[in-house]
Nanobody
Framework: QFQPVESGGGLVQPGGSLTLSCAAA????????VRWFRQGPSNGQEFVAL????????EYADSVKGRFTVARGISTNTCTLQMTLLRPEDTAVYFC?????????WGQGTQVTVSS
């Protein structure tokens, strides 16, 4: 019912950039964070980044720190994940999670493939 929708994935060459979007179905709960995760072809689910919806404070996995930037769009209830200097090991399905009405909701994911 309140599942977010991810978009922006695709095929990109190593060193390239992509920006993913996570559109919430409605207003995201204050005091919560929107989180990005990914699941690669041979990996389990991995935390990528989060942004506090009230303050904009962000955290990143060590593997993406300095290359990825997460941002919030409060007026549009949309979270973006800007990915630069992409590597083949960034290949994965990227998911976002948000909190609405005290419940977590996951999107269906968007595929990112980094390959030459």
């Amino acid at each position: 019912q309140f599942q977010p929708v991810e978009s922006g994935g695709g095929l990109v060459q190593p060193g390239g950039s992509l920006t993913l979007s996570c559109a919430a179905a409605t207003v995201i709960d204050g005091g919560t964070s929107v989180r990005w995760f990914r699941q690669g072809p041979s990996n389990g689910q991995e935390f990528v980044a989060l942004v506090d919806w009230n303050t904009g404070y962000s955290e990143y996995a060590d593997s993406v720190k300095g290359r990825f930037t997460v941002a919030r769009g409060i007026s549009t209830n949309t979270c973006t994940l800007q990915m630069t200097l992409l590597r083949p090991e960034d290949t994965a399905v990227y998911f976002c999670q948000n909190i609405i009405g005290g419940r977590p909701y996951w999107g269906q994911g968007t595929q990112v493939t980094v390959s030459s």
